[in-house]
């Protein structure tokens, strides 16, 4: 069984997003060179919509692969 | 500075979540690998976007991150010829002229298309000088990650280096070539989610590129050198003295540009084993061109922090960022990215950051090692120990190497301890064994009368010619030794950098001219022995029923369009 790259990477960066995210959310904006935004909260967001993209991309070519193989030859 | 860096549980979690998806894919992958093919070559069933993915990510290691930003510091744009003079066109050569024969020969690695095309002793002399600086190259690697993460993070050098190196070797034993590969496109998307907001704070602090640019001139006039000197790449090329590089255009055009990138961009096999691993071989010529894209952008994510932290550390932020010193009152350039990303970063992002740091370490580390492990098995263990065994056998003896392969790298990141400038040494290596290379491969593809004798000769004396100009020449400020003149000294040059390009002209050139010589002095290979490894002799490939945006040249032409205009861009 083969494995599409995109889904572990998916998964990942989901993960790492969330974890980011909400991270940010709970310890708002710190000090030191980044004090003038919450850039984990904003980046954690980023990384969740790449992961969630790459979930559904591996899940289309699934999909795809499911309906080439039950069709007519 | 030990230890200034304090992670928080959030990145440590990061970290832990990273290496825990690295083990997972290769524990995933274990069930495919069957033969010795799944194991080096991915049973050539990768995509042409992961094997591109791949292609650019194996190139990613302490060379490319902490190395490119410190040459940003060090020289401001003109570092971006390694990118937009240097691999660009080397990976559009590759894909549209030399592709072919590597994947239509079917050969496993780029030892045994010397084999097919010239004779047993060319591969063997590739072999074991490629083995060497794998070996090289991943101790190089490891040895500058030890040194990071305990100048910064307090931990042991000794520790992290085995720590890394034993999850590389995991995922590898598991999954071989493809372990790697995915591996490597999952650790291409972290360096980018990880350094790019890096560039994002910095430029804000410098006050954005207008304030770049006025910083990087209060730079180049405290050196002496005109205002744009740092900032513009092409403009100060003009000769040797007006530049930071110590470089004319000419070095930079044909030393750079086509020895040095051509050598390593187009026969090195760490690379190349990315496209050869493709599904076919129209996937494998689109590898390279599908690389070019990101790297041709990646000058913005590593050679910036490069130029904004030495705009900085000349007074530019508002944040008071400072490169450290180093011992000699001089900046440590090679701490471009770890300390810029101790001064940024949050909690959080921070271990992020620290993740990506360490994910290009080790793809770099696993591009080497599965390299190496092919290398070894296929053009050393087989031909010269032991040729009569199953294919199952070959498989337990490519494991056995990638484990020879990451204590070799571990016992060369000691040894290299003894040398400072990791990008430096890196140029010198490639200049003695990839430079006449390429010569090697050009006369070989495209001059059907180049033989074996002629090959090797050229090989060995392209080789010993690097050796001899490096013993003969001195960069300014260097003592004889490692850094040359340890022969004598006839001619000193302004820089490291120049004294490379021009090693690495010398050494192509007597390659080229010595395998042409000696070749005409032997008998010419037999014709049909020739056949789809030398392009005279090779059915052309019909690219005219794919649709125009697949075909390799349509492609490559792109990629230099848009390469050429970055370089007037920032001319």
Redesign the interface.
Known sequence: ???D?RQ??G???T??GM??AG??LV?GT?????A?FN??AW??G??TL?GLAMLGLAARARRALARSAGAPR | MSGTIKLGL?DW??LA??FL?VL??GA??R??VRTSDDFFLSGR?IPAW?AGLAFMSANLGAQEVIGMAASGAKYGMATSHFYWVGAIPAMVFLAVFMMPFYYGSRAHSVPEYLRLRFDEKTRGFNAISFSFMTVMSSGISMYAMGLLLNLLLGWDFSVSMWLCAAIVLGYILLGGLTSAI?NE??QF?LIV?GFA?LVF?GL??VGGWDGLKAGLARVATAHGYAPGAWSESWHFLGSTTSNPMGVEWFGIVMGLGFVLSFGYWCTDFLIVQRAMAAESMSAARRTPLIATLPKMLFPFLVILPGMIAIALTQGAGA?G?VLPDKPDGTPNFDLVIPVMLG???????LG?GLTALIASFMSGMAGNVTAFNTVWTNDIYRPYIRGDASDQHYLWMGRVATLGGVLLSLAAAYLVSAFNNIMDVLQLVFAFINAPLFATFLLGMFWRRANGHGAFTGLLAGTAAAALHHGLTLPAQALPGVKGGWLALIHLYPSEMAQNFWTAIFAWSTCFVVTIVVSLLGAAPARERLVGLVHSETPGIDDGTVVWWQRPAALGAIALAAAALLNLAFW
């Open positions: 069984m083969t494995l790259v572990p990477m998964l990942m960066f993960l790492l974890l980011l991270y940010g310890a710190t000090a030191g060179g980044a003038w850039i984990d980046w954690g980023l990384l790449f | 959030v979690s990061i979540i990273y998806f997972g894919i995933w992958l069930r495919g069933r992961v995915y496109v999952l998307f989610f907001p704070l804000h602090d944040s960022f001064h940024y970063f949050p909690n959080g992002l992020l």
